[in-house]
């Protein structure tokens, strides 16, 4: 079964909004990284949380980690066209530090 | 900005084939990765590899996949007798720093497989 969940699968707001994706995941981690695809393209990282972090900024970008949930949420305020894309969660496993398993994805649109 | 560099960017063959996608890794990088993505949809690990041999890998990654390190700056993937369900966009990431303590990947762009 799938480590990492993102909720919703699919976004659409207006430009400026701000646009909350959710991840979920089963099993203990050493961190949670967030990466943006634009269609066809490779995947870029965005930011990196770690287990013992629950809050990180970085711009427009501002995630958050519940351990004890399992669950973590990507918030991009004031959000731009050029933010159109899809966000994946990453997990880092406790038990397999190399393996890093991304989840679904949120396909994000944002509309002029 | 050091980038992760793959080769050939699109690769057609025809099922029962050998394909071999390389990937020159960021130079100082240490852990090295290849996931798959079918058509969009999720990004599926594969394998690891970490000092010169596989770290982890998936159940995917079955006995017709292989990974090499032969030159100390390429990576590369074969796929032994490929079929049509391993039609989808390889994708190659390095790593630089611990796993342990979580370090971001850099990805290349990507080699479309397309098995005919």
């Known amino acids: 079964s799938q480590q990492g969940e993102e909720d919703p699968q699919a976004l659409s707001i207006q430009e400026g909004e701000n646009a909350t994706m959710n991840c979920s995941y089963k099993t203990s981690i050493n961190n949670l990284q967030w990466y943006r695809q634009n269609s066809g393209r490779g995947l870029v990282h965005l930011i990196l949380i770690r287990s013992n972090e629950r809050e990180k900024h970085s711009g427009r970008l501002r995630v958050t980690l519940d351990t004890s949930k399992k669950s973590s949420s990507l918030l991009i305020t004031a959000s731009r066209a050029a933010d159109t894309a899809s966000y994946f969660c990453?997990?880092?496993?406790?038990?397999?530090?190399?393996?890093?398993?991304f989840g679904s994805g949120t396909r994000l649109s944002i509309r002029p | 900005e050091p980038e992760v560099t793959q080769t050939p960017s699109h690769q057609v063959t025809q099922m029962g084939q050998e394909v071999i996608l390389r990937c020159v890794p960021i130079s100082n990088h240490l852990y090295f990765y290849w996931y798959r993505q079918i058509l969009g949809q999720k990004v599926e690990f594969l394998v690891s590899?970490?000092?010169?041999?596989?770290?982890?890998k998936s159940e995917i990654f079955d006995d017709q996949f292989s990974v090499e390190r032969p030159d100390g700056s390429n990576f590369t993937l074969k796929i032994r007798s490929t079929k049509l369900e391993d039609s989808a966009m390889y994708f190659c990431?390095?790593?630089?720093?611990?796993?342990?303590?979580?370090?971001?990947?850099?990805f290349g762009n990507g080699t479309r497989l397309t098995v005919t």
């Open positions: 990431a390095s790593g630089g720093g611990s796993q342990l303590l979580g370090s971001p990947l850099h």
């Open positions: 590899f970490y000092n010169n041999e596989i770290s982890e």
């Open positions: 990453a997990t880092g496993l406790y038990s397999s530090a190399s393996k890093i398993i």
